[in-house]
């Protein structure tokens, strides 16, 4: 079996980039072109760990959008895979406008939008999938995306970008100081160091891990659009079966018409991510995992009583600034 397992959150993160690409394409048929960049495109697919189902990778997703996409460009960081991903996608859509790139995509991706004419620039309607693990996009390529377009009314690159909160107070420790390497990184990707200021807040525990979290989104978000200049961002989290937070996906738009779709996209597919929670938990009781209050029959149940909910458009706020006192330094 080629790839890796893959959680049930996965296959609810990619329905959702299905549904947002074949509405994202609808919504531009009027515009001359539209343009697909997956950064981190990764295999063509990989399985449901569990179950070994098939999931197709969002490279499969992007080409299989009605109306489709002008051109798809995905970037890989292996040769290998990215090989592997250009035969299986040219084989499966034969004929298509399919660009794939190996290496970095901080280097790969500007340098190939580089040699696109400027009717692209002016008139294509394009969609960004920023589907890192942790810290692995820089600023530099946000903001090189965020001013790559160049048309009257102001619209940009929509931006999909997986923010790994879950993952980045792993990475940077609460040891005495942030892991030096990882720390390096993450200056990289918010293209600044505010958020040692979160981090000596948690280390002094004046804000838990929660809100620590939370805090490094609203940072990013607060920054997409105060400092990339784009119109909403909206967050939807991920966890896995038992709640544990992963990442938050923030999408990210210049568009009124890009946000009312992300937004209900968003709100149907967070109740997919409540349900797959539920479900979780009951099996574990069912199976004695732990003691539980769920028969059967209320497992059933429970996946008939979750309703779509649209839960209100929060803006990010200033980020919270944190001085240590002197007494405080390590």
């Given at each position: 079996m080629v790839g890796r397992g893959w959680g049930p959150w996965t296959q609810i993160k990619l329905n959702a980039l299905e549904d947002y690409l074949s509405a994202f394409t609808t919504a531009s048929v009027r515009t001359r072109r539209t343009l697909y960049l997956d950064l981190f495109a990764g295999a063509p697919d990989n399985f449901a760990r569990g179950t070994g189902k098939v999931i197709l990778g969002s490279g499969h997703r992007a080409m299989a959008a009605e109306p489709p996409f002008t051109q798809v460009v995905l970037c890989e960081l292996q040769p290998r895979t990215a090989a592997r991903l250009k035969k299986t996608l040219q084989d499966a859509h034969p004929g298509r406008d399919l660009v794939v790139l190996a290496g970095d995509c901080n280097v790969e991706m500007p340098e190939y939008l580089r040699t696109l004419s400027i009717d692209w620039r002016r008139y294509a309607a394009v969609f960004a999938m920023v589907d890192q693990y942790s810290a692995e996009v820089t600023w530099d390529t946000l903001k090189f995306?965020?001013?790559?377009?160049?048309?009257?009314?102001?619209?940009?690159?929509?931006?999909?970008?997986?923010?790994?909160?879950?993952?980045?107070?792993?990475?940077?420790?609460?040891?005495?100081?942030?892991?030096?390497?990882y720390a390096a990184k993450v200056d990289a990707m918010f293209g600044t160091d505010q958020w040692r200021?979160?981090?000596?807040?948690?280390?002094?525990?004046?804000?838990?891990?929660?809100?620590?979290?939370?805090?490094?989104?609203?940072?990013?978000?607060?920054?997409?659009?105060?400092e990339l200049g784009y119109r909403t961002t909206i967050p939807l989290e991920f966890t896995n079966t038992r709640g544990h937070p992963i990442y938050t996906v923030i999408f990210a738009t210049s568009n009124d018409t890009g946000q009312k779709i992300m937004t209900?996209?968003?709100?149907?597919?967070?109740?997919?991510?409540?349900?797959?929670?539920?479900?979780?938990?009951a099996e574990r009781q069912l199976k004695k995992e732990e003691p539980g209050l769920f028969d059967v029959g209320e497992v059933a149940d429970m996946r008939m009583s979750l309703t779509e909910q649209r839960e209100p458009l929060l803006p990010p706020i200033e980020p919270m600034r944190y001085v240590r006192n002197p007494m405080q330094q390590h």
């Open positions: 995306l965020s001013e790559w377009r160049q048309n009257r009314r102001g619209f940009k690159v929509e931006l999909w970008l997986y923010f790994g909160h879950g993952l980045l107070p792993r990475g940077l420790t609460m040891a005495e100081r942030p892991d030096p390497a200021e979160l981090w000596n807040a948690r280390y002094d525990e004046v804000i838990d891990a929660a809100q620590f979290r939370a805090e490094l989104v609203n940072l990013m978000r607060w920054r997409i659009e105060h209900d996209v968003f709100a149907k597919h967070g109740v997919a991510l409540e349900r797959m929670r539920q479900l979780a938990k």
